[in-house]
């Protein structure tokens, strides 16, 4: 590998990866999926132009932190404080149904050789990739219908939020239960002993951000520190606690979500993540995958995944929001409302291939759950509204 080489990948992934990425976007798809089809297009699936190698790979590591970084800052603490037993009540069931689905789904393909095993493990973690909701197509979607501020449209809202909380808690206690020598006991100490840290210097963190801002606001010292506490939070995660780094980068976030400048800060990040980062991440989902080696069971299991995936969340979220109070097709509407899929199932799927938990063939059945759930959310979101215009009009 040598520096010219580097220099050519990379201009290569950016313009195809963003070219896929505006299409995508054209055709009323999320970005991320052009940009995930720019890798498959660029890798050993098909024309096999860019291999993935440790730079590449490190930067859609840096990539996957900033995202984590950038969902943090834009996370509405107050909102997420405030939200109530409601919102928490329908994010819980709509991680635990999708989670036990997942699992018994591997079980069923792949056989169960027993608790602790390595392939007991990557049954959880599928379940776990699972869990993840992307709020993004819903939330345009109930904008245009002009619904998303009513309760049900803050409820989704609320619960997709939450939903990722939950979501990055299952998930580094996974990852920490994972190793065979580990300790139960240990890794519920070290993941509660990282959040205490975390509520503490937080607090400080937060008090000091809150000086330099009002001092000097609006300027770019504040990205700069921020981007620091970031990778430092990240570093401290993974290395003193056996936390996943994008814990401690999403943590990072909302410490400084509340600042006067947060969206300042979340908007230089963007710039780093849009223009580099971020198409190097999700083109590298479609440089690890390989389509030639795709068997007919991974097509079935990847179709089930997907059928697994989407009835689980309208299962647990539409049945918790009818337990909640919710009645009639206002219970579906929040169902489908969660059963979106976006960046944080891929972050969770690259976390599982870097722990060694999952293989790369498995980014197929999760690249089609993001496209599928995407293209069917806005569907029957806006048909189920239709169908209350006319029992109106009726």
């Keep these: 590998m040598d520096i010219l080489s580097v220099l050519r ?3 290569i992934i950016v313009i195809v990866a963003k070219a896929f990425g505006l299409l995508a976007r054209k055709l009323k798809a999320p970005q991320v999926v052009g940009e995930i089809v720019a890798g498959l297009l660029l890798g050993p699936s098909l024309l096999n132009i860019v291999k ?6 490190i930067c859609a590591g840096i990539g996957v932190v900033l995202l984590m970084f950038s969902a943090g800052l834009g996370t509405n603490l107050k ?6 037993v409601k919102a928490l009540l329908i994010a819980s069931a ?8 997942g699992t018994l789904l591997y079980i069923g393909f792949y056989g169960f050789d027993g608790f602790g095993t390595p392939k007991f493990f990557t049954a959880v973690f599928i379940g776990v990739i699972m869990t993840a909701t992307s709020v993004s197509i819903t939330v345009e979607t ?9 309760e049900l449209g803050t409820t989704i809202l609320s619960a997709a939020i939450i939903d990722d909380v939950i979501g ?34 937080g607090f400080v963190i937060y008090k000091v951000f809150k000086i330099i801002d009002r001092r000097w606001p609006h300027t770019r010292r504040i990205p700069i ?19 996943a780094d994008i814990t401690g980068a999403y943590v990072a976030g909302i410490i400084l979500s509340k600042l ?22 999700f083109a590298s989902i479609g440089l690890r995958t390989q389509i030639s080696g795709v068997t007919w069971e991974l097509v079935l299991f990847s179709l089930a995944f997907v059928a697994v995936a989407l009835v689980c969340k309208i299962i647990g979220c539409g049945a918790m929001s009818r337990l909640c109070g919710f009645r009639g097709k206002d219970t579906l509407k929040i169902g489908v409302g969660m059963m979106t899929r976006g960046e944080v199932a891929l972050i969770v799927a690259q976390r599982g291939l870097t722990e060694g938990m999952i293989d790369a063939s498995y980014f197929t059945a999760v690249i089609l759950l993001i496209i599928v759930s995407s293209i069917l959310t806005p569907i029957i979101l806006k048909l189920l509204y239709a169908r209350d215009g006319r029992a109106v009009s009726g």
């Design 79 to 84: 909102q997420l404080m405030h939200t109530g």
């Design 9 to 11: 990948d990379l201009a």
């Design 52 to 57: 993935l190698n440790d730079f590449l790979d």
């Design 142 to 150: 109930l904008k245009e219908l002009g619904k998303l501020k009513t």
């Design 94 to 101: 709509g991680v635990l149904v999708p989670l036990i689905g």
């Design 168 to 201: 990055i808690l299952v998930l580094t206690f996974v990852i920490g239960f994972k190793n065979p020598d580990s300790n139960p006991g240990w890794v519920a100490l070290s993941t509660l002993a990282f959040f205490a840290l975390a509520l503490v210097l």
């Design 260 to 281: 006067h400048d947060s969206d300042y800060i979340e908007e230089k990040m963007d710039i780093n993540s849009y223009m580099i980062f971020g198409p190097i991440f």
């Design 225 to 243: 520190l921020a981007l620091a506490l970031c990778f430092g939070l990240s570093y401290l995660a993974e290395k003193y606690f056996g936390i």
